[in-house]
């Protein structure tokens, strides 16, 4: 059971790129998030989503977008990657209100 | 909205003893969840244990332990016989059970060290 996947782990990418952080959960949960985790801080929630074609922002999403057509994924695009972008991006899911999150490894993002 | 704050950047204790991490949060709700997470060096996030606000019991895992005050609105963690392997990043998160979306906030985190 893989739980929930994150790729890649590492990626610089150049001010002005744009990429996408994928997002996988085997465990057929309905809700996903996407947090970021800035140096010596806690994670803060980008986006999140309520089930498959829902998705809603959370506290830090300008410069983000997210799609779920399916249940099992949720990519996470940054369209112009900006210096303030660099962090560490952690993808979670969970069954339902009542049960913890699952989270993945973390993508850690260097914008240069 | 709701607010976690973890007032203790930095905590030390030497092996086999005990730490005591400390938490309180700002909410008008009267039910919700309380978690702490673990983060060691390899950066996953682990969760260590759950308190739901209703049960007036403090939950326990193995040495891991809380102290639940929701009058004090304070939900702080003790580790007891503390090991090298406890040495990690320990977050605290409040989470909501109003609505569908089941987000959790988080503190700013406590950087716990062991030594020998």
């Known amino acids: 059971n893989a739980g929930v996947t994150q790729t890649p782990k590492f990626r610089i990418l150049k001010i002005g790129q744009s990429m996408t952080l994928q997002c996988a959960q085997d465990?057929?949960?309905?809700?996903m998030y996407w947090y970021r985790q800035d140096p010596g801080m806690g994670l803060k929630l980008i986006y999140y989503?309520?089930?498959?074609?829902?998705?809603d922002k959370g506290e830090v999403p300008n410069g983000y977008n997210v799609s779920r057509s399916t249940t099992e994924d949720f990519p996470l695009r940054l369209e112009l990657a900006a210096p303030s972008q660099t962090s560490v991006y952690f993808c979670a899911s969970t069954r339902s209100h009542n049960q913890p999150q699952h989270f993945g490894d973390g993508t850690r993002l260097s914008i240069l | 909205a709701q607010t976690v704050t973890q007032s203790q950047p930095e905590m030390s204790v030497q092996e086999a003893e005990t730490v005591t991490l400390s938490c309180t949060y700002d909410t008008s709700e009267s039910d919700y969840y309380l978690f702490w997470y673990k983060q060691p060096p390899s950066r996953q996030m682990i969760l260590v244990i759950r308190q739901e606000a209703y049960k007036q019991q403090n939950a326990t895992e193995n040495r891991f332990s809380v102290n639940f005050q929701k009058a004090a609105k304070s939900f702080s963690l003790k580790i007891s016989d503390s090991q090298l392997g406890d040495a990690a990043m320990y977050f605290c998160a409040y989470r909501s059970p109003t609505g569908t979306a089941s987000k959790l906030t988080f503190g700013t985190g406590t950087r716990l060290q062991v030594t020998l």
């Open positions: 989503s309520v089930g498959a074609g829902i998705t």
């Open positions: 465990m057929n949960h309905n809700y």
